[in-house]
């Protein structure tokens, strides 16, 4: 095709037509733009195709990763609650009169010692932040996913750093072998007898007031959290399931 253009651009000049050749040359110069043009134009098309297809990818990992925390977030709530209520119950105790030291240590036994280590996966916002493939979210839902792992990051920094103050708090009122679960002293009663009579109560039920006064606190901040967290989630969902549906 070169060779063919070249011919007819050497049969012009040795017939002296100067002015047919240049109006030759620039069509052709204009022919290889326009070429050029459409060359580039199939390749920002195939670009875009496999961008939008990846796209489709991400959005149906992200739905997945956003059910398994919405489950995650709605077990943390249940196990919550349980925790609240039962130090609730605690806080209840004193509003009765002339409490004995037994009866307060035996309520502190029965207030739930464990507590939610948060520990969120978001594989697929890690993915797009690593990769730089986060660029190809539209504005408005990267923005979102980009806000939501901050806020579940830093709150999960949060209450693991407060519950790790509560456990050191607790380790203060069982080593005064007060602890329900110091199963051993239950099932040796003379021992339990001399353990007791060993320790002053009052200190073991201050460090216990103060460790379950961070991990009440805690769980309550955390029991909200999580419910905005299952909001924004379906705020979320809503936005990336009306993609997909718009590029079916």
């Not at 012009?12 to 109006?23: A, S, V, W």
């Not at 307060?104 to 207030?111: F, G, H, P, R, T």
């Not at 901040?221 to 905005?228: A, G, V």
Request: hydrophobic share 40%; net charge positive.
């Amino acid at each position: 095709m070169i060779k063919f253009f070249r011919k007819i651009r050497q049969n012009l000049l040795m017939e002296n037509k100067t002015g047919k050749y240049f109006k030759y040359a620039f069509g052709e110069i204009v022919l290889v733009v326009i070429g050029i043009l459409i060359a580039l134009s199939i390749n920002n098309w195939n670009e875009n195709r496999k961008e939008q297809n990846q796209l489709q990818i991400y959005y149906k990992q992200i739905i997945s990763d956003l059910d398994e925390q919405k489950i995650y977030s709605n077990s943390g709530i249940t196990q919550l609650d349980s925790n609240i209520a039962s130090y609730v119950q605690y806080k209840n105790l004193f509003e009765t009169k002339n409490l004995a030291t037994d009866d307060v240590i035996d309520a502190l036994n029965k207030v739930k010692f464990a507590s939610i280590y948060l520990s969120f996966r978001f594989n697929t916002m890690e993915t797009l932040q690593s990769t730089g493939d986060i660029k190809i979210i539209p504005e408005n839902i990267r923005n979102k996913l980009i806000t939501h792992k901050s806020k579940i990051d830093e709150w999960t920094i949060i209450n693991n750093g407060n519950l790790n103050i509560y456990l050191n708090g607790l380790l203060k009122y069982t080593e005064k072998g007060i602890g329900s679960f110091s199963s051993r002293l239950q099932e040796q009663p003379d021992l339990k007898k001399a353990i007791k009579n060993d320790i002053k109560p009052i200190e073991a039920i201050l460090a216990a007031e103060s460790a379950f006064g961070v991990k009440y606190f805690t769980e309550r901040q955390t029991r909200q959290f999580l419910k905005e967290i299952l909001e924004e989630i379906e705020t979320m969902k809503k936005l990336i399931n009306s993609e997909l549906k718009n590029k079916k």
